[in-house]
């Protein structure tokens, strides 16, 4: 199974939100990636519709959200690839 978000090679770089991840509580803020403006968000700025991807713990893991959804699903297509040939019997499946 093969999916894309739709934006590979995309143009511009994402944008890395200003703010710390420590809140004025206490609390440890979360980070998102906005596949729509490449832009991490955090959980005050969030936007709330499907272009969100996270939550993420740190900045630069919201950044790289893309490239890390880009290799897990090359690894669970890999995956699915053995799967088929161990049912199968069939090292081409």
Known sequence: ML?????E????APRLADEDSARKDGTTMAYWFNIETNEVETDDNRSQ???VMGPYDTEAE?????AT?????EAW???DR???AWESGDADA
């Open 3 to 7: 999916w894309s978000l739709g934006n």
């Open 9 to 12: 090679g995309a143009a511009e």
């Open 49 to 51: 519709n499907a272009d």
């Open 62 to 66: 919201a950044a790289g959200a893309l």
């Open 69 to 73: 959804a880009q290799a897990k699903t």
């Open 77 to 79: 297509d890999e995956q």
């Open 82 to 84: 053995k799967d088929r």
